[in-house]
């Protein structure tokens, strides 16, 4: 079985910034995609960044692109996501994902992660 560890939620202020890391433990995860999903309060939950096994090939919601990067440490079974100039719409419950798709649905969601929250406010 794979557990999901996640870290690096919490409280920012407008333009702050997080960095989000999620360890995969219980069996490696070659040829996975690795990230997060987000839901935010009475909303649908939605891929916010995916990264492939190549930590190359990358997916982000459309209003992370340009202020958000991804990498991965296969190695370590760690994903890390970096989010900068955050905004009161990033608010929501980041969900560690793993999925043999990419971009995956959520039913193609392998693994998930508990949640953590990201909560931007000033």
């Known amino acids: 079985q794979v557990q999901l560890v996640e870290s690096g939620g919490g409280l920012v202020q407008p333009g702050g910034s997080l960095r989000l890391s999620c360890a995969a433990s219980g069996r490696t995860l070659d040829g996975f995609a690795m990230g997060w999903f987000r839901q935010a309060p009475g909303m649908e939950r939605e891929i916010a960044a995916i990264i492939m096994w190549d930590d190359r090939t990358t997916y982000f919601a459309d209003s992370l692109k340009g202020r958000s990067s991804i990498s991965r440490d296969n190695a370590k079974n760690i994903v890390t996501l970096q989010m900068n100039n955050l905004k009161p719409e990033d608010t929501a419950v980041y969900y560690c994902?793993?999925?043999?798709?990419?971009?995956?649905?959520?039913?193609?969601?392998?693994?998930w992660g508990q949640g953590t929250q990201v909560t931007v406010s000033s």
């Open positions: 994902a793993v999925s043999s798709r990419f971009p995956p649905d959520e039913a193609d969601v392998a693994f």
